[in-house]
């Protein structure tokens, strides 16, 4: 079935998803969230990509969960239907490195989706803020969880409680974001990142990505163990040996990502 909302396009080993919803800044309609995980379930299944990256348009990543279409919800509706929680947390299921490239407004369910991929680049022109308290309402989609993780308490609130915008440089001193690029360069730059990234062996990369999102669910010594346990499993792999021989012969490893 053709996708309406995004476009889902493969350069070489990288996997490219753009919200496509110019008129409306992107916002996230149940058909665009529904569309997004059929289009991440694609790309997870093509053994051909290595990395994917979720991106919006130069004026917004994506300006929040559609208010038009919440507006006249009563409360039995989003509690008896989970409101879109299954299908907003999908992306935290893919198994793949997915790399958020935001450029332009990031606000409410648009930063909470940020955030949940991997790890956000931005453009010098990103701006992020969960601006929900100024429509009555509060983050729906893990807004109050995973910034105050990347942000701590004091900006959590700040961003929460006044629904104030961060343009990109202080996303960055707050670690929210892990490198900010001219506009213009952005998707070059996150291109190239996940080129890097689709290079190195799947299994690895998988293996580091959920030891990683482990530190986010479980303490520092369970944290530790688990890491160390996959550490472990690595010597079972071929790409182990081959990884750690190209660097004693001094060659380039040819990962067969087994
Ligand atoms: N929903 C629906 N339509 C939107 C949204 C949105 N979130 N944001 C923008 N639009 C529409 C506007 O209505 C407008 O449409 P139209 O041309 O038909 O009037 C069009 O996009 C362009 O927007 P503006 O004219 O407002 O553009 P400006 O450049 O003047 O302003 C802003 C840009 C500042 C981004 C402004 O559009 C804005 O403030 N948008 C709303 C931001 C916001 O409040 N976001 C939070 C939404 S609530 C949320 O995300 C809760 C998440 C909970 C997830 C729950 C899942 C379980």
């Excluded at 990543?61 to 039995?76: N, V």
């Excluded at 892990?178 to 730059?189: C, G, H």
Aim: net charge negative; with cysteine; charged share 30%.
């Amino acid at each position: 079935m053709p996708y309406e909302t995004i476009l889902v396009e493969r350069r070489g080993k990288v996997g490219v998803i753009t919200l496509n919803r110019p008129k409306a800044l992107n916002a996230l309609s149940s058909v665009l969230m529904d569309e997004l995980a059929r289009g991440l379930d694609e790309l997870e299944a093509d053994d051909a990509i290595g990395c994917l990256v979720l991106t919006g348009s130069e004026k917004a990543f994506a300006a929040g969960a559609d208010i038009k279409e919440m507006q006249d919800k009563s409360y039995m509706d989003v509690y008896k239907a989970d409101f879109i929680t299954a299908r907003w947390e999908h992306i935290t299921r893919i198994r793949k490195p997915v790399v958020a490239a935001v450029a332009g407004y990031a606000l409410g369910g648009g930063c909470e989706l940020a955030m949940m991929c991997d790890f956000i680049i931005a453009a010098d022109t990103a701006k992020f803020g969960q601006p929900e308290i100024t429509i009555g309402t509060i983050p729906g989609s893990g807004g109050t969880q995973r910034l105050t993780r990347f942000v701590g308490k004091s900006k959590a609130m700040d961003m929460c409680l006044t629904g104030r915008m961060m343009d990109a440089q202080e996303a960055e001193r707050a670690g929210l974001v892990s490198r900010v690029v001219p506009a213009a360069e952005l998707m070059d730059e996150v291109i190239k990142v996940a080129e890097r990234i689709a290079d190195m062996s799947r299994p690895m990369v998988m293996m580091a990505k959920e030891s990683v999102n482990r530190a986010y669910e479980t303490t520092l010594s369970e944290g530790v163990r688990f890491e160390r346990r996959l550490f472990h499993s690595t010597f079972a792999t071929e790409d182990q040996k081959e990884g750690m021989a190209a660097f004693v012969e001094k060659r380039q490893p040819a990962f067969k990502h087994s």
